[in-house]
């Protein structure tokens, strides 16, 4: 299990252990966590469980792929530390990183 720290749009932060292999977004809806809507349930489709990543955090997962790239490129709120939670798979790696969710 890997501790993930979700701070939400209120800045409360919410630490789970989510398990490696899941991507954040399932380790989101596992835990109950407010503030994840994933409409697309994991297809990488919508943008609606864009998060941010501070650079601390960011540089611990791998790049997002074309796909990622695509549908982030259309949200406004992008910048260079979002990414799509259902694209970002648990690993060891990312143990004590911090995903800010953001306002629907």
Same mark, same amino acid.
């Given at each position: ?20 292999? *899941?991507?954040?977004? *399932? ?18 489709? @919508?943008?609606? @469980? ?21 549908? =982030? ?12 939670? @259902?694209?970002? *798979? *648990? ?10 969710? =953001?306002?629907?």
């Amino acid at each position: 299990m890997t501790a993930i720290r979700f701070i939400q749009p209120d800045g409360n932060a919410i630490t789970i252990n989510a398990e490696s292999g *899941v991507s954040l977004m *399932v380790a989101a809806q596992e835990n109950d966590l407010p503030g994840m809507a994933a409409i697309c349930g994991g297809c990488c489709s @919508c943008g609606t @469980c864009h998060v941010q990543l501070p650079p601390e955090s960011a540089e611990k997962v791998p790049a997002p792929y074309v796909g990622e790239q695509q549908i =982030l490129a259309q949200l406004p709120t992008a910048t260079s530390g979002s990414r799509l939670a @259902c694209q970002v *798979v *648990v690993t060891d790696a990312l143990e004590n990183i911090s995903v800010q969710l =953001l306002e629907p």
